[in-house]
C-alpha cells in the first residue's frame, strides 16, 4: 500500500492522525530513517492521541464484535436460548391447563387471571438453576474453551492484550445473560397474552395496576435478573481463568449455585444467606409489591456490584500472570 | 501512535533491516512450577534479515523460548527483546506459528482468520477481506477458504497456521516447527514460502528439531541441548570449527596411513579397509598420487566435508533423543 493510499484509508476510517501525519510529511516521500525509527523519533503522543500500543480506536469494539458473533452463532448457546425460550410456553400450556381443570390455587389464579403474571412466574422458576446453567455455560467456557483448543495463544499473540481480552470476554457473557433474560422475559409475555386474559395486574400487596405500570416492572425485572446473571458470569469467567478444561469452570460455577439453594434452606445459616449470591436471584418480587420495595433491589443490585467486583479481580489477577502453556 | 506502527510495519520498514537485532535474549530461564528447567540462561542474538534455525531435539526448550519471546509465559529470571519493541508494538509485526494450528472447528478458513485479525489491534477492518484473502491465496488455501476448520486436513491446518502468521506486513516470522505434519510436497512448499517471505527483508526464526530442514533453509542457527543453548552462529562459522577430512578406501590400511603420517596430515584414524585424515591444506589429487607411488591399492578417495549434523552431532551427543 502506498503512503497516499494509506492517508486515505486513514482519513476514510476517521483516525484522529490522519490530519497531523499528513501535515508532517509529503504522501508518498517517507524518508527511510523515519520509517525505521519512527518509534524512537515520535515517543508517545500527548493526551488525545491514541496511546502507545493501544492501536487503532474502533480496535475493542471489533474484538468485541467478533465475540458476540462467535457466542450468538454457535450452535450450543443457540439451543440454550431455544430451550429458555421454549419453558414459559410451556409453564403457560401447564396453568392453562391446570386451570381450566376448576381447582384455583393461589398462584394459578394469579397466571390466569392475567397474561403478565406468567413472566414473573417464569423468572421464579429458571432464575434458580436454568437461567444460571446458560450463563455459566457461555461464561465458564469463555477462557478455558479457548485455553483448551489452543486458541488462546493465539489471540494473545495478536496480541489481544491480556487486560482487553479479558473485558471484551465477560462483556460478552453480560450481553448472553441480558439476552437470556430478554428471551425469557419475551417468549413468558407473548404466551401470556395469547393463553390468559389482559388487563390491570394484581399486585401479591393486592393492589391492581394498569397493563402500562405492569410492563414497567417487567423492564425493571429484566434488568435486575440480567445484572443477577451478570454478577453469576463474573464468577463463571473467574473460575474460567483457572483451568484449561470449560467443563471443570461450568460445573464448578453450578456446584456453587446448587450448594447456596442448599445452603439457603438451612434454618440455622440464615445468617449468612444474605451473603450468597443465589439469595439475591428471586429478589425481583419486590416490583409485585405496591409500591416498588426498592430498599431490596437496590440491595440486591449492591451485592450483584460486589460480585462482579470482588470476582472480576480475582479473574483479572490470575488471568493477567497466568503461563499459558496449552 | 497507529498511523506510525502501520508504516514501520509497511514494506518500507520492513525491506530494510535495522534498529539492532530482531531478537535478543539475556540469560532468559524459565523454570516450571515442579522444578522442571525448560530453559536455562539463554543468550540469543538473532540478526534482523536472517533467516534463523532454532534447532535442537524435542524437549530441548524451544517452544518454550518461544512463549517467553510472544508474551506467553512469563521467565523465571533473565530478560528478552523482540525488535527492540515493547511487547505491545512489537507483536503486531510479528507473525507467529506456535506448537501447531489451533482454530475454531466450527468456523471456516475466512472465519477464523478473521477472528484473529479482530484480536490485533492496529489491524484495519477494512482491510481484513483484502489482507485475508492474499494470507489464504500465499499458503495455497484459497480453494478451500470457505470450508470448516473441522474437515481441513493436518497439512491443511498448518497452512492455515501460516496464513495467520501472514495476516500483516511482518518485520519477524517466527515459525514453531512449521512443516509437523506436512507431506513432503508440502515441507517443500513451506521452505520456498520461508525463502520468498526472507527475501521480503522479514526476519524469519524458525524452530525444528529437523536438521536437514534448518541446513537448506536458515542463513544462521542455534543449537539447543536440554534447555541449554550449545553453539549459535551463521551456518558457515557452525561447521567452520569442523574441519574437512580425507578418507581413503584400501585394503592397506597401515600403509596408507604411514604414507598420509609422511606427508603431514594430522589426526590419522586407521581403520577397518579405510583410513582418514585431517585434510588440512592438502589437495587430495596429490594425497592419492603420493598412495599409488608408494604402492597402495587405492579404491576410493574421498574429502568428506562437515555438515551441520556433524556439528548438530558434535555437539547434542546422541543427536535426535528426546531430552528430558
Ligand atoms: N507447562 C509445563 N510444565 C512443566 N514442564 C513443561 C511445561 N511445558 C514444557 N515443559 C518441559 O520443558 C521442556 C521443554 O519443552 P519444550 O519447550 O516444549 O521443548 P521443544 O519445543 O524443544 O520440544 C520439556 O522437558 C517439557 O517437558
Ligand atoms: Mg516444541
Partial sequence: MSTAEKADTRAATGDPEAGTDAARRTPGLVPVAETMRTTERHPPEPSGAVPAGAGRPWAFWRLLGSELGLTFRRPRNLVMLAVLGAVPVIIGIALRVVASDGQMGGMIQDVAGNSLMLTFVSFSFLVLLLMPVAVSVVAGDSIAGEAGAGTLRYLLAAPAGRTRLLLVKYLNAVVFAYAVTAVVALSALLTGLILFPAGPVTLLSGTTVSVADGLLRILITVGYVGAAMAALAAIALALSTFTEVSIGAIAATLVLVIVCQVLRAIPELGSITPYLLPTRFTNFDAVLRSPIDTGALREGLLAFGAYIVLFGSIAWARFSGKDITS | ?324
Avoid at chain 2, 506456535?98 to 484473529?116: D, I, M, Q
Avoid at chain 2, 585431517?278 to 578417495?301: K, M, Q, T
Fill in chain 2, 1 to 324: 501512535m497507529t498511523a506510525v506502527m502501520q508504516e514501520a510495519g509497511a514494506p518500507f520498514g520492513a525491506a530494510l533491516p535495522s534498529g539492532g537485532p530482531a531478537i535478543v535474549t539475556e540469560g532468559l530461564t524459565k523454570r516450571f512450577r515442579g522444578g522442571q528447567v525448560a530453559v536455562d540462561a539463554l543468550d540469543l542474538t538473532v540478526p534482523r534479515g536472517s533467516v534463523f534455525g532454532f534447532l535442537g531435539p524435542n524437549g530441548s526448550g524451544k517452544t518454550t523460548t518461544i512463549r517467553m519471546l510472544l508474551g506467553l509465559v512469563a521467565p523465571t529470571s533473565g530478560e528478552y527483546s523482540v525488535l527492540g519493541l515493547p511487547q505491545a508494538q512489537a507483536l503486531p509485526r510479528v507473525g507467529a506459528l506456535v506448537e501447531g494450528p489451533a482454530f475454531y472447528p466450527y468456523l471456516s478458513g475466512t472465519a477464523n482468520l478473521a477472528r484473529f485479525d479482530a484480536a490485533d489491534p492496529t489491524a484495519a477492518r477494512g482491510t481484513a477481506g483484502r489482507r485475508i484473502a492474499e494470507a489464504l491465496e500465499r499458503v495455497g488455501l484459497s480453494a478451500a477458504a470457505g470450508k470448516r476448520y473441522r474437515n481441513y486436513s493436518l497439512g491443511m491446518r498448518q497452512r492455515l497456521a501460516i496464513a495467520a502468521a501472514l495476516l500483516g506486513p511482518r518485520e519477524l516470522l517466527i515459525l514453531d516447527e512449521p512443516t509437523n505434519g506436512l507431506d513432503p510436497q508440502g515441507t517443500r512448499e513451506v521452505r520456498a514460502l520461508v525463502k520468498e517471505i526472507a527475501a521480503d527483508g522479514t526476519t524469519v526464526f524458525v524452530s525444528s528439531h529437523l536438521l536437514a530442514e534448518v541446513e537448506q533453509m536458515c542463513t544462521h542457527a542455534a543449537i539447543m541441548r536440554a534447555g541449554r543453548l550449545v553453539a549459535q552462529g551463521t551456518i558457515a562459522s557452525l561447521s567452520a570449527g569442523l574441519v574437512a577430512r580425507v578418507r581413503v578406501e584400501t585394503p592397506d590400511a597401515a600403509d596408507a596411513a604411514r604414507v598420509l603420517g609422511t606427508l603431514g596430515l594430522a589426526d590419522v584414524r586407521p581403520g577397518d579397509g579405510d583410513v582418514t585424515a585431517e585434510l588440512g591444506g592438502h589437495a587430495p589429487e596429490r594425497i592419492n598420487a603420493a598412495l599409488v607411488g608408494e604402492g597402495v591399492a587405492v579404491r576410493g578417495l574421498a574429502v568428506v566435508r562437515p555438515s551441520l549434523e556433524d556439528v548438530f552431532v558434535g555437539l547434542t551427543g546422541e543427536g535426535f533423543d528426546v531430552d528430558g
